[in-house]
Every structure is written in structure tokens, then in C-alpha cells.
């Protein structure tokens, strides 16, 4: 999965890593299409990443907070490279809900980027999600 170098943003967080799981993304929509579970696409992206030997964690639980106690647990679908969470999502909006849970999940791992990936009957969609606090 090779990119175009002069389509490359160098001033994105972590640009490499970003386009490697954006072509995962791209070969699962194109292979799957669209309509499916999202426990389906979840699955295949898993794979892919094997594949690419790109390290996950999926479905990672995460411990909220408060005063050294916990109150809750989140779950990421994906943990990147101990970097990235990826959101996965089948439909064709991103509500500013997705957004604002993502940006919470990057908040408590204390990371700086999050994607939120949509398959769409038009495609693979996605949103960079930036932790700046």
C-alpha cells in the first residue's frame, strides 16, 4: 500500500501511521462495501492491520478517573501503535456526539490523535479527531 509522496501532509500528527491505517480502511470499504455490521468491518480492519504489521489492541477497555478513583471504563475500538484510537462507525454522518466521545477517549489515555472512520454507501469517510490540551 503505497501512497503519493506529493499528496503527503508533513505537518499532520503522526502522517505515516495515519496513511497506513487509511489504506487499511480503503481496502476493507472496496472489499466489504457497504451495509454490513459493524462488528464485521471491525473484524476485517483487524486483520488488515495483522497483515500490515501494524500493532492494535482492539476493543480496549480504558479506565476513567476521578480523585485516583474509578468511575467508568471506555471501550476503543482500536488502539493504534499505543498512539492512535480509531473510531469505526457504519453510516453516512459524523454527529458532533462521535467527535466528542473521541476527543474524551483521547483525553483520558492523554493521546493527541484520534480518526473516526465512517463506511458510507459512498465510501470510506473519515475525521481526524486532536487532542491539543
Known sequence: MKSNPKLRREDLAYPDLSYKIM???FEVGKGLGF?????FYQKAVENEFRKNNIKCIGQLPVRMKFRGESVGIYYFDFLIEDKIVLEIKVRNYFSRKDIEQLYRYLKAKDLKLGLIVHFTND???????VNIS
Open 123 to 129: 465510501g470510506v469517510k473519515f475525521k481526524r479527531v
Open 23 to 25: 489504506g487499511v480502511m
Open 35 to 39: 451495509g454490513h455490521k459493524e462488528n
